[in-house]
Every structure is written in structure tokens, then in C-alpha cells.
């Protein structure tokens, strides 16, 4: 301003990462560019404060990485070298090679290569999805993360609402089993505290202790893979102990007999001897279950990375089912509140799904270099394979191949975006409109931009939408708020000002969030909500999962690696995103005595090797990690190690039998000291 003065305004705004809790934001803008952003209270579960990782988005927003203008390879493919175009080239450009490679190949061809979890209603699912089902395109089956959960809960509850997070504050046993609420679910942590100070306990189980001893009173450091021995030695004692509530499963359940026969293979000491959790622990922790008023189990995405992830997931959900723990608040289980929203993806998308072929995201590698007939176009957003997905080494081959032609549409020169044909530069959520849902909480928020987009920066719905004419597509569907409308249309759940029509957005521009309209305001399993399978009863042994879904299969043994592999998130990153602001991101831990064993020092370099790989990064000793097990952290870059790999070179693109999902935690490794030449 000519005055000398400056404008700074306060924004409502929603976090858009992969998180269950959905956080809304308030951004502060001061001419025109975002200085700082905090949690707000619009969202009730957000109370005000925010995880660091959001904190620092501005740092992305105007970080030297961000994509500023479309641009067109100009270097070898992975060399990163790039020449600017304008919108409307890149546009022609793409929509011309992608009719050649239809009119030549047909448009299985052509693959669209994305990961929603950051992703509102408008971003994806919309214009993109009616782009890509109109010409015809494969289809990507999104199996990186919840395939495992996601099938074994449909099969036994047909994805009945979760137990939402305030409810956590009413159990008196909470059972945190695979999942890491500190570093991706934060707003669950005072729950936690509230439930303990109610007189209410919190056992975690997991190969590594996450959490101080303000949220939980114990750890049980399972082996990964060997849940599922964990859980039917619990059922196991809950029989040996009279604890099974039979009245329940008679009248609600089915197959429930077969899982008691199952766990009668599985006392707590074998059981013990299988996940590395002593036998009283796990007997003990059966008799709390079983004595606990509402007891809850938060079933988290840790126990489905492995052969046995479905097996696990299916013995985890059926406790609540066997000790019969429904039927009031803060009882059940939590997973995934996503599938009572009941998005109708045809309706969203505007266009029926075509029956083309699935590719299986987890093996992306193999089909790039594999597939019959061949992908020759591939078409990346809001996702980064070359970093994210397994047999990465597998899969930067394949991103070389001169012959298939490679679209990264993103915000950031991501590992992937180097391998890119054309770039095209993506607006973060500040710059753009989208409907916020969640997977952890129930409740639509509306995020408008705050900020003009840097650059030359676009949204994708616009994108997509500019790209449909060009492919002779004439019906690019709603745009403005109708798009908003339709969006909101889409939602079948029970959310507030169903029937309203399109006073629905209004009302939301006016409240800013939409709660769902459960009678007590949140779910209550078998009270308010029930299984949504056929009959409305829990399928314990339900065909979908197979002849044996309990079937226990050793995990993997190499005396060459004996280490097993895992890759949480951390305090800097869910996924890939924002990992870019965390130089010091690239480290390995062990536990001290496995560090010990091998004459390997705290900071010294070490080389995290198998058959598929290595990643060279400094050592970092954790002894809240259990033995026997390796921590190379969520969402590195390639940047972030000394040999410019990361943990997924080490993971094996093998999936899982039923849903397909990807089998991280089956890697095993060994750690050593470094070459002198990977350290310099």
C-alpha cells in the first residue's frame, strides 16, 4: 500500500493432508501472502491448536521447489531439466498425445496415477475422474494404505460408522493397535488423557512405544506381522475365562463359532511365542478387556502392511463382536469413518465407471515394464510414486522408458515430477475451493482460497475441465458453485440439511461446517448405527476374505536380513508431503542392542540393505523400538539419503490375497556400516 500500511486479514481454512482428524485453520494473510496458520475451533475436535507439520505449509507454498509454470522435458528423463510453456501448449500438448496413444492403443493405455487422501471432494473424484472414465482409461485401484482394513471391514460390518473421537474420553479400556495417534492423529491424544483421568486405561500395541506415559499406562511391542496371533490368543483367554458374550453373537453375528475354534489353536503361550508379547500380558490384557465398561479398540493401518494384514485385521475386529463391547458410547471399535459419508462416486464423477482394467497402484513398477498391453501414457496428481510405493528401484526403471509419456501434475518438483514429459503446476489447498471430509470425524467443511495461486499455479478440477473439450469431450460437467452443490449431493450419509437442496451450501458458507445428524450427535455401534451387510449382522467367517480368513502364515525369514522393516510416519510427515521442509528427515533406528550386535555407533552412516536394495543414512538409537526390528521413517525423498534411495527400494511389490494391498512391513533386512564412498 502506497501508505506505507499493510493489509492482513484472518481466513477459516481446512487442513487437506492425510490425516483423520480434518483440522480446521485459520490463516493469516498479510498482503497477500500467508504468514502464519493455527488451528481453529469450527471444527470442535480441532480446539484451537494444529500438528507442526501444517504450521510449516507455508513453507511449501512458497518453497524454491514450488512448480511455477507449465513446463516441458528438455533433459534426460530423472535429470530434471525442464523448459517453461505456457497453459495453453502444455494443455494441447497433452490432450494431443493422449488421442494419439487412444486412437493407436485404445484407452487402457492411457493410466491416471493418483492418491486421494489429501484430496477433498473437488479435487478429486470430480472433473478428473469424468476426464479419465470418459476416454476410457484403466482404472487405478488405490491399495497403498486401508486396502487390508478396508475389505476385512466391509466384510464383517459392512463399514458400519466408526466410534467418533470425543467418545474416546467415555472408555475405561482403550486399546491403541497399529496406529500412531502422536504423529497422525494428534487430536486423539487429549481424548486419550481425558479417558485416563476418568479412571479409563490405554494399552498400545506396536513394534515401537510412541507415546509417553501421560497417554498410556502400557506397551506391547508385537512383532510386525504376528498380529493376528496376538488377537486370537486374546479371544482365546476370553473363552478359557467364560468372558464370549453368546447372547450377542446369536443374535448378531454369524461364523462366530468357527473364529472360537480358530483361537482354541492359539493359547497365550503359543501365541506368545509367535508375536513376542508375553503370555501374561496377554492374559492380562484379556481380563481388562473383558472387566472394562465400555472397552475400545482404535484398529489402526500398522497391522495390514504384512502377509497376514487381512488375517490380523479380521481377528482384531471381531473382539469387540466376541466380548460383546457394543451398544453404548465408547464402546466397538474405530477405523475408517469415510464410508458413512456414502459419497456416490457415479454421481460425483457425473459419469458412469467403464469396465476397463484395473491396475494395481502397489505394483507400479512391473507394470510399467510388464504390463500386456503396455501403459504408454501415465498421468500423475496429488501423488509420488517414484518415492511412496513399492520396488522403487523397480519403478524408477520403468519411469525411464523414453516410449511412455509422463504427465506430473503437482505443486512441487517432487522424485517423480523429474521424470515428467510435462509439468504442470498444481495450487495447494489455500489457492483453491474444495469440500473437506474425514476419515476420523464426522463433518463437511468448506475451504475457499485465501491467497491468489502463485504463478502460474492451477486447480485440477479447472485443469482437467480445460483438457475434457480438447479430447472432443463436450460435457465437462458443473463448475462454480454447482460444482459445490453437486459435490454436497453426492453425500448419502446422514449429514445436516440432507433434503435442504441447495440451501445445503449456503447453510455451510454460513455455519462453515456440517455435522452429521446421528441421534445423540455421534454414532453409537448396534444403538444408532448398525452393520451395513445384507442382513445387518457381523460376518465373523464371511466368504469374501476367503476359505481360511484367519489362516495364520509365518512372516518372512532370511538369515542373510533378519531385521524387519517398518516406515511410520513421524512428527514431519503422513506421506511424501511437506517432507521437503525436513532436511534431517533421512535417518534409520535400532534398538541399542541390535545397534550393539553389530558394532554400529549413534550419527555414523550405515547401509540398510537386501536383495531388492540399500538407502545409506545416518544411525539413530531408539530404544522404545523393539529388537529384531529396523524404522526408516514415512515419506523421505530421495534427497534425504546418501545413496539417493529410501526405504521403499527395499520393500517388495508382493500384495496381500484378498484386497492387494502392499506388504511394507514383510521387508526384511540388515543394517551395517556404510562404504566409505556412499559417505562421501
Not at 487437506?16 to 497477500?32: A, F, K, M, N, T
Not at 494399552?203 to 506415559?213: E, G, H, K, N, Q
Not at 483453491?432 to 492451477?458: F, H, K, N, W
Request: aromatic share 6%; glycine share 8%; net charge negative.
Amino acid at each position: 500500500m502506497t501508505d506505507g500500511t499493510t493489509s492482513v486479514a484472518t481466513h477459516h481454512s481446512v487442513c487437506p493432508l492425510d490425516c483423520p482428524d480434518r483440522c480446521s485453520l485459520e490463516v493469516r494473510v498479510q498482503d497477500g501472502r500467508v504468514v502464519a496458520l493455527d488451528g481453529s475451533r469450527v471444527n470442535p475436535v480441532t480446539a484451537g491448536f494444529i500438528c507442526e507439520k501444517v504450521r510449516r505449509y507455508p513453507e511449501r507454498v512458497y518453497a524454491k521447489d514450488r512448480l511455477l509454470h507449465p513446463a516441458r522435458r528438455v533433459g534426460a528423463k530423472g535429470e530434471g531439466r525442464f523448459e517453461p510453456i505456457s497453459w495453453d501448449e502444455a494443455l494441447d500438448l497433452v490432450a494431443k498425445r493422449l488421442q494419439q496413444i487412444r486412437d493407436v492403443h485404445g484407452g487402457e493405455a492411457i493410466l491416471p496415477f493418483a492418491y486421494g487422501g489429501s484430496n477433498g471432494l473437488i479435487a478429486q473424484g470430480t472433473a478428473d475422474e469424468r476426464f479419465f472414465r470418459a476416454i476410457g482409461a484403466s482404472r487405478l485401484d488405490r491399495t497403498v494404505c486401508a486396502a487390508q482394513t478396508g475389505a476385512v471391514n466391509q466384510a464383517l460390518y459392512g463399514k458400519m460408522a466408526s466410534v467418533d473421537l470425543p467418545d474416546f474420553a467415555r472408555a475405561r479400556l482403550i486399546v491403541i493397535w497399529g496406529a500412531n495417534p502422536k504423529h497422525g492423529n494428534v487430536h486423539l491424544m487429549p481424548y486419550l488423557k481425558k479417558a485416563r483421568e476418568a479412571g479409563g486405561r490405554v494399552v498400545a500395541i506396536d513394534p515401537r512405544c510412541t507415546m509417553s506415559a501421560a497417554y498410556i499406562d502400557e506397551h506391547l511391542p508385537v512383532y510386525p506381522g504376528t498380529d493376528i496371533a496376538l488377537a486370537l490368543g486374546l479371544i482365546h483367554h476370553l473363552e478359557r475365562m467364560g468372558a464370549v458374550d453368546r447372547s450377542f453373537l446369536e443374535a448378531h453375528a454369524t461364523g462366530w463359532e468357527r473364529v472360537l475354534a480358530r483361537a482354541r489353536e492359539w493359547p497365550p503361550d503359543h501365541a506368545a511365542a509367535v508375536c513376542g508379547v508375553e503370555a501374561r500380558k496377554i492374559t492380562a490384557l484379556a481380563e481388562a478387556y473383558a472387566a472394562s465398561d465400555p472397552a475400545l479398540i482404535r484398529c489402526g493401518w500398522g497391522l495390514e502392511r504384512n502377509r497376514n494384514g487381512e488375517a490380523a485385521v479380521a481377528a482384531v475386529l471381531a473382539l469387540p463382536a466376541i466380548a460383546g463391547k457394543f451398544g453404548r458410547p465408547g464402546g466397538g471399535y474405530a477405523l475408517s469413518a469415510s464410508e458413512a459419508y456414502g459419497v456416490n462416486a457415479d454421481r460425483l464423477a457425473g459419469i458412469a465407471e467403464p469396465r476397463t482394467r484395473h491396475i494395481n497402484m502397489s505394483q507400479l513398477g512391473r507394470v510399467l515394464l510388464e504390463a500386456d498391453p503396455p501403459v504408454r501414457a501415465l498421468f500423475v496428481y496429488d501423488c509420488n510414486p517414484a518415492v511412496t510405493l513399492p520396488d522403487q528401484n523397480r519403478v524408477r526403471q520403468g519411469l525411464r522408458r523414453e516410449d511412455l509419456f509422463t504427465i506430473v501434475f503437482d505443486q512441487v518438483m517432487t522424485d517423480t515430477a523429474r521424470f515428467a514429459d510435462v509439468l504442470l503446476p498444481a495450487t495447494t489447498f489455500l489457492e483453491q475451493t474444495d469440500l473437506a471430509v474425514s476419515y476420523g470425524t464426522y463433518g463437511v467443511m468448506l475451504s475457499e482460497p485465501v491467497i491468489p495461486p502463485v504463478g502460474e499455479s492451477r486447480p485440477n478440477d479447472e485443469v482437467f475441465r480445460a483438457l475434457l473439450p480438447r479430447l472432443g469431450i463436450r460435457d465437462a460437467g458443473p463448475d462454480g458453485d454447482e460444482r459445490l452443490r453437486a459435490a454436497l449431493a453426492a453425500i448419502e450419509g446422514p449429514l445436516a440439511g440432507s433434503g435442504e437442496g441447495d440451501r445445503r451450501l449456503e447453510r455451510l458458507r454460513k455455519e462453515r461446517v456440517l455435522r452429521f445428524n446421528f441421534p445423540g450427535e455421534s454414532p453409537v455401534q448396534f444403538a444408532t448405527v448398525f452393520p451395513k451387510t445384507e442382513d445387518g449382522k457381523v460376518h465373523l467367517w464371511p466368504a469374501e476374505l476367503g476359505d481360511d480368513p484367519y489362516r495364520f502364515l509365518e512372516p518372512p525369514l532370511d538369515p542373510d536380513h533378519p531385521l524387519a522393516l517398518i516406515s511410520p510416519a513421524t512428527d514431519r510427515t503422513i506421506c511424501s508431503t511437506l517432507a521437503e521442509t525436513s532436511p534431517d528427515l533421512g535417518y534409520v533406528e535400532l534398538h541399542p542392542e541390535d545397534a550393539a550386535a553389530r558394532g554400529l555407533r549413534e550419527g555414523e552412516d550405515v547401509r540398510v540393505h537386501n536383495r531388492l536394495g540399500e538407502v545409506v543414512v545416518p544411525l539413530r538409537l531408539n530404544p522404545d523400538l523393539r529388537p529384531g526390528v529396523v524404522n526408516l521413517p514415512k515419506g523421505m525423498w530421495n534427497r534425504h539419503t546418501r545413496n539417493g534411495s529410501v526405504g521403499t527400494a527395499l520393500v517388495s511389490d508382493e500384495v496381500s490375497p484378498v484386497s492387494g494391498g502392499a506388504r511394507f512391513n514383510d521387508a526384511r533386512v540388515d543394517v551395517g556400516p556404510a562404504e566409505p564412498s556412499a559417505r562421501d
